[in-house]
């Protein structure tokens, strides 16, 4: 399988901004992150 740049974050973001985003988990296609 292959990530298709997509990494899902856990928490609250603002749309637009930048975060420093830990990889916690992944998936058959996503990464899974937390700020």
Request: zero cysteines.
């Amino acid at each position: 399988p292959e990530i298709d740049n997509i990494v899902r974050i856990d928490g609250k973001v603002t749309k637009g901004e930048f975060y420093n985003v830990n990889i916690n988990n992944f998936n058959e296609y996503e990464l899974i992150g937390s700020v």
